[in-house]
């Protein structure tokens, strides 16, 4: 069973720039999350999709948003970037909402804002 | 304000003896919380989770303790192996559902400690 998948999986953009960031859960699972990760801040949860609706935020600006496709698939889009969201930003898959023992992450994106 | 603290960022250990990382948490509401262990280019992986009814959960060479009292957590790794070399990450939730309950799931992580197992 293919596990969750990120792309791209590097990414450099500039201040001001927008960048969209793409996640495939595993086959099945209908919840994906996406998590940003700083050196000074760990790991950080951004928002959880279910059945394409977003059920639970986390408290970053209105700059960060997502979207989940019927095929659950979730694109995560990153408006006016600063340069403190550079970061790796990890989605995690389950099969279940809100099930937090159950979540698989990707390898994540690494985003670098110049 | 970080509510899931781990105020070791790193931890070295000689292969054989006993890992032990350290998690400190504020938010009396946790109930349910998580290890994540976590290879550079690779996402994290669940490892191991704790319910706050109990005390102590064993999984093989990995045990965690909850000390709700000082709202305290901590993983040991017994035997550490060369393998086990990788960020842990400690995370709690608040309100964990049955499965299938919604507004819950947000998992706080601390910052991690990274671990070096020298062989």
């Known amino acids: 069973k293919a596990g969750v998948t990120q792309t791209p999986r590097y990414l450099i953009k500039t201040r001001g720039q927008q960048v969209t960031l793409s996640c495939s859960p595993i086959?099945?699972?209908?919840?994906v999350s996406w998590y940003q990760q700083t050196p000074g801040q760990g790991l950080q949860f951004l928002f959880e999709y279910f059945s394409e609706t977003q059920r639970n935020k986390g408290n970053f600006p209105g700059r960060f948003s997502g979207r989940q496709f019927s095929n659950s698939r979730s694109e995560m889009n990153v408006s006016t970037l600063e340069l403190g969201d550079s970061a790796l930003y990890l989605c995690?898959?389950?099969?279940?909402?809100?099930?937090?023992?159950?979540?698989?992450f990707g390898p994540g994106t690494r985003l670098t804002v110049l | 304000d970080q509510q899931v603290k781990q105020n070791s960022p790193s931890l070295s250990v000689q292969e054989g003896r006993i890992s032990i990382l350290n998690c400190d948490y504020t938010n009396s509401m946790f109930d349910y919380f998580l290890w994540y262990k976590k290879y550079p280019a690779e996402g994290p992986t669940f490892l191991i989770s704790?319910?706050?009814?109990?005390d102590k959960n064993e999984d093989g060479r990995f045990t965690v303790f909850l000390n709700k009292s000082a709202k305290h957590l901590s993983l040991h790794i017994v035997p550490s192996q060369p393998g086990d070399s990788a960020v842990y990450f400690c995370?709690?939730?608040?309100?964990?559902?049955?499965?299938?309950?919604?507004?819950?799931?947000?998992?706080?992580f601390g910052q991690g400690t990274t671990l070096q197992v020298k062989p």
């Open positions: 704790i319910s706050s009814i109990k």
């Open positions: 995370a709690a939730s608040a309100g964990s559902p049955p499965h299938g309950s919604s507004n819950t799931g947000k998992l706080i």
């Open positions: 995690a898959s389950s099969p279940l909402l809100a099930s937090t023992d159950t979540q698989y």
């Open positions: 086959s099945g699972h209908r919840s």
